[in-house]
Nanobody, 121 residues
Framework: QLQLVESGGDLVQPGGSLRLSCAAS????????IGWFRQAPGKAREGVSY???????YYADSVKGRLTIRKENAKNTVYLQMNSLKPEDTGVYYC???????????????WGQGTQVTVSS
């Protein structure tokens, strides 16, 4: 069973930065697309970014220019660097694995447990 474990969520002020980590075990990143999703209270889960097997990346319009996704194969880990955070970025952030690059959550088979990000003054 593939496993994904997120970390790095925290309370941060507007304009601040966070780096989320998604550590993979029992599989290598070479064979999967890794996506980041978030879910705010009372709202549907939305895709924010994904990184393909070849390292190419994709971002939702709402986060372009502020979030950067990258992977470090040696550590089998994907990172999401989040800068210029806004209150609307608040939510539980999940990483997930798929064989298809997409921001559609139903295409992702394996999910982590999530990490809370709260942007508030």
């Amino acid at each position: 069973q593939l496993q994904l474990v997120e970390s790095g969520g925290d309370l941060v002020q507007p304009g601040g930065s966070l780096r989320l980590s998604c550590a993979a075990s029992r599989f290598t990143l070479d064979y999967y697309v890794i996506g980041w999703f978030r879910q705010a209270p009372g709202k549907a889960r939305e895709g924010v970014s994904y990184i393909n097997k070849d390292g190419s990346t994709y971002y939702a319009d709402s986060v372009k220019g502020r979030l950067t996704i990258r992977k470090e194969n040696a550590k089998n880990t994907v990172y999401l660097q989040m800068n210029s955070l806004k209150p609307e970025d608040t939510g539980v952030y999940y990483c997930a694995a798929s064989t298809i690059g997409s921001l559609k959550s139903n295409l992702y088979e394996y999910w982590g447990q999530g990490t809370q990000v709260t942007v508030s003054s």
